[in-house]
């Protein structure tokens, strides 16, 4: 679950994505009520059990095999923001590990999505900075001063186009992305759809079909 007040993440920023606190929204419940946009693709996923993250989107363009640009990004985002890296389709590398954990928690960054791999699982669980990456890989980057990247301009991840300012989140199923002009109204139509839901699920307890309740015969 995203945003859930009564458990807050070790990072010192974190975006609540409920007025209310009888609840929490989590990245597939975003994704619905999006108008089921934004999923980005099922190979990332939480390096470590636990990890929830939500912000706004900066986004990171890195050379395959190379992480420079993502030091860089560390120092050029703002406090609260979530990096989303791309890196191009080299995946079997360890682009990110304690050292970049420990220096984005310096910097007040909200976490890690990257379509990369990343090293270091139990020292980023201690660490608590939230990580979604496409798998863990001990293979080291390079810092080549000359590499092609970008800081903060738009990247795609799968099929989503992510741009800085986008509302990033995610939990145990995955990460999603919605776009900022729509973040207010996604929010509202997702809490309503929790709302939902739970009731939904109180008369399943209570001996209803989901059969019944949806009108499926
Ligand atoms: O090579 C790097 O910069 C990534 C790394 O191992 C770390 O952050 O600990
Ligand atoms: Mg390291």
């Excluded at 993440?9 to 990245?27: C, E, W």
């Excluded at 890989?137 to 986008?166: N, P, Q, Y």
Aim: charged share 20%; proline share 5%.
């Amino acid at each position: 679950m995203v945003g859930d007040t009564s458990r807050p993440t070790k990072g010192r920023h974190t975006v609540n994505l409920r007025d209310s606190t009888s609840g929490a929204l989590s990245a597939a419940t975003l994704h619905e009520a999006a108008g089921r946009i934004g999923a980005l693709p099922s190979s990332i996923g939480p390096a470590f059990a636990g990890a929830r993250i939500a912000g706004p989107a900066f986004p990171v363009a890195s050379p395959p095999g190379d992480n420079l640009w993502i030091h860089r990004a560390v120092y050029a985002a703002e406090p609260g923001d979530v990096l989303v890296v791309d890196v191009g389709g080299g995946t079997e590398f360890g682009y990110w590990g304690e050292i970049l954990s420990t220096a984005a928690l310096a910097r007040g960054l909200a976490g890690l999505v990257i379509n990369g791999g990343v090293r270091d699982r139990d020292a980023l669980a201690e660490l608590g900075l939230p990580v979604f990456s496409a798998g863990l890989c001990i293979r080291g980057t390079g810092k080549d001063l000359d590499g092609a990247g970008s800081l903060g301009t738009s990247v795609r991840i799968g099929e989503v186009f992510v741009d800085r300012g986008d509302l990033v989140a995610g939990d145990a199923d995955g990460v999603v992305v919605v776009p900022q002009a729509d973040t207010q109204a996604v929010l509202k139509t997702a809490a309503e759809r929790e709302d939902k839901e739970a009731e939904l699920m109180r008369r399943i307890r209570a001996g209803e079909r989901t059969l019944d309740l949806y009108g499926w015969q």
